[in-house]
């Protein structure tokens, strides 16, 4: 089962992303300001973090910027929900060390996707290299499977 950290401040938008993660099977711990999420992802260790830009204590900026700058922590996925989504806004974000960026109001499918696309991108990076070949040549990758 996924462990999922949302850290978003608005209980309405938390209480949404739990019941989205939920229905797909995942487990979802939460936080409700930036310093509580950098707190959550020491303590639970999720398996991706869905991040909101605009929250107190510490801005979505400022924990992607600690997570990435801890080498413990800096393969961990995140993913970026967000209301901001003016021109340019996307690549900023994408440029500060997030892996993904979603506006809200935030689909159930486009949800998924994302989570499955960052998903299967970490456990690629933590794949052996010889790893990684045996599973190609078992068929047994996204690619070899024709899916």
Do not use: W
């Amino acid at each position: 089962m996924t462990k999922v950290l949302v850290a978003e401040d608005n209980p309405v938008n938390r209480e949404l992303l739990r019941e989205l993660l939920e229905n797909r099977g995942h487990a979802v711990v939460e936080a409700c300001d930036g310093q509580e999420a950098l707190r959550m992802v020491e303590e639970t260790q999720p398996d991706i973090l869905l991040l909101d830009i605009g929250m107190p204590v510490l801005d979505g900026y400022a924990v992607a910027r600690r997570i990435r700058e801890n080498p413990a922590l800096a393969p961990l996925p995140i993913l970026a929900i967000t209301a901001y989504a003016m021109q340019g806004d996307r690549e900023k974000i994408l440029h500060s060390g997030f892996d993904g960026y979603l506006s809200k109001p935030v689909s159930a499918r486009a949800l998924a996707d994302e989570l499955e696309r960052l998903l299967h991108k970490r456990e690629d990076r933590n794949t052996p290299p010889n790893q990684s070949h045996e599973k190609q040549a078992s068929g047994k990758s996204a690619e070899g499977t024709g899916k």
